[in-house]
């Protein structure tokens, strides 16, 4: 089992950056495929980027990619996720989420795929 705990979020105005961190508990953090979910008022959660056991293989939605980058560093268990050039429309809470799996070269981009979720930071990108 594995615990995730995000942090990072805040308030940036549209066009700047900011990093999101989600570090995980357990010892087989690199036997889990991570991904980034947002969920905005009034709407659904959705996908918003994935990475594989190694972070060598990363699948973005198309409303972040060349904008958000994930990535983790195993030694630390934990996931990040680079905004750059964020829009209003990025305004959500943020959810990191884990999926064991045995498969390294897995990512997964589906909410119901995931077996953990932290419990989500707010990003607030003012115009």
């Known amino acids: 089992q594995v615990q995730l705990v995000e942090s990072g979020g805040g308030l940036v105005q549209a066009g700047g950056s900011l990093r999101l961190s989600c570090a995980a508990s357990g010892r087989t953090f ?28 990363t699948y973005y939605a198309d409303s972040v990619k060349g904008r958000f980058t994930i990535s983790r560093d195993n030694a630390k268990n934990t996931v990040y996720l ?14 990191c989420a884990a999926r064991l799996t045995t498969n390294y070269r897995a990512y997964y981009t589906g909410i119901g795929e995931y077996n953990y979720w932290g419990q989500g930071t707010q990003v607030t990108v003012s115009s």
Do not use: C, H, I
Not at 82 to 95: F, G, H, I, S
């Open 30 to 57: 690199s036997s889990y495929a991570m991904g980034w979910f947002r969920q905005a008022p009034g709407k659904e959660r959705e996908f918003v980027a994935a990475a594989s056991w190694s972070g060598e293989r």
């Open 82 to 95: 680079q905004m750059n050039r964020l829009e209003p429309v990025d305004t959500a809470v943020y959810y």
